[in-house]
């Protein structure tokens, strides 16, 4: 199964922006969102199952909403009153063993 994230831009801060990621094949299990600011690790931000969010990291909690649509094996990712600290290239993966990483897709929120 390959991953590719799609539907990042540029946006000023408070804006929104809904993220995509399709997979090649059936959706796993344990879907997540994780994201990486230059200079800085990769880092998890959410995760669902197949029937509702797992949970979200603090940073992201109360502003992005993660959901799934199996028939269309894809993740979804709403990002709201999106902040500076939010700019970084954004991927999709499974949990708890991420498979190989796809493309990701760049997010910029300008202050």
């Known amino acids: 199964v390959q991953l590719q994230a799609s539907g990042g831009g540029l946006v000023q801060a408070g804006g929104s922006l809904r993220l995509s990621c399709a997979a090649s094949g059936s959706l796993f299990n344990i879907m997540a969102w994780f994201r990486q600011a230059p200079g800085k690790q990769r880092e998890y931000i959410a995760a669902?199952?197949?029937?509702?969010?797992?949970n979200y990291a603090d940073s992201v909690r109360g502003r992005f909403i993660i959901s799934r649509d199996d028939a269309r094996n894809t993740v979804y990712l709403q990002m709201n009153n999106l902040e500076p600290d939010d700019t970084a290239v954004y991927y999709c993966n499974t949990l708890p063993s991420p498979i190989s990483w796809g493309r990701g897709t760049q997010v910029t929120v300008s202050s």
């Open positions: 669902i199952t197949r029937t509702s969010p797992l």
